[in-house]
C-alpha cells in the first residue's frame, strides 16, 4: 500500500525560510518521479515542482523558480523541498505526490491526472 506523508508547514514572516519533506512508502523509492503542489483556499492545486526519481535538477513552476528547490534523501525515502524569500501569496496547503509511471519528469508533469497517491497535505502561512 502506497502513503505519501507530508510535513514542515508553519506559520512564517514574508521573506522567511522553510523546508517542507515528503515521505512515500510501498513504492521503490527512486522509480517515480515526485511532485509538490499546493492549493489555496477556494483555488485548484497548482504545480510546483517535479524531480526525477534519482534526483537531479526540478522542474520548477515560474512563480517560484529562484526562491524553491528540490532535493532527495534515497535513504529516507524523503524528498524535501526547499523553499526560501516566502511571500504571502505562497501560503496554502502543500501536498507531494508520485509519477503514475515516469522516472524522469515528463512534460505534463504539471498535470494533477499523472498522480494517484497523495498525503493529506501540510499547511503553509506566510504572513505580510
Known amino acids: 500500500q502506497v502513503q505519501v506523508a507530508e510535513s514542515g508547514g508553519d506559520l512564517v514572516q514574508s521573506g522567511g525560510s522553510l523546508r517542507l519533506s515528503c515521505t512515500i512508502t510501498?513504492?521503490?523509492?527512486?522509480?517515480?518521479?515526485m511532485a509538490w503542489f499546493r492549493q489555496a483556499p477556494g483555488k485548484g492545486r497548482e504545480a510546483v515542482s517535479c524531480?526525477?526519481?534519482?534526483?537531479?535538477?526540478?522542474d520548477l513552476s515560474d512563480s517560484v523558480k529562484g526562491r524553491f528547490t528540490v532535493s532527495i534523501d534515497k535513504a529516507k525515502n524523503t524528498m524535501y523541498l526547499h523553499m526560501n524569500d516566502l511571500r504571502p501569496e505562497d501560503s496554502g496547503t502543500y501536498y507531494c505526490?508520485?509519477?503514475?509511471?515516469?522516472?524522469?519528469?515528463?512534460?505534463?508533469?504539471?498535470?494533477?491526472?499523472?498522480?494517484?497517491?497523495w498525503g493529506q497535505g501540510t499547511q503553509v502561512t506566510v504572513s505580510s
Open positions: 524531480i526525477g526519481g534519482t534526483g537531479g535538477d526540478p
Open positions: 505526490a508520485p509519477d503514475r509511471v515516469w522516472r524522469y519528469c515528463p512534460g505534463s508533469w504539471s498535470s494533477t491526472a499523472r498522480y494517484e497517491y
Open positions: 510501498g513504492l521503490p523509492f527512486g522509480n517515480n518521479a
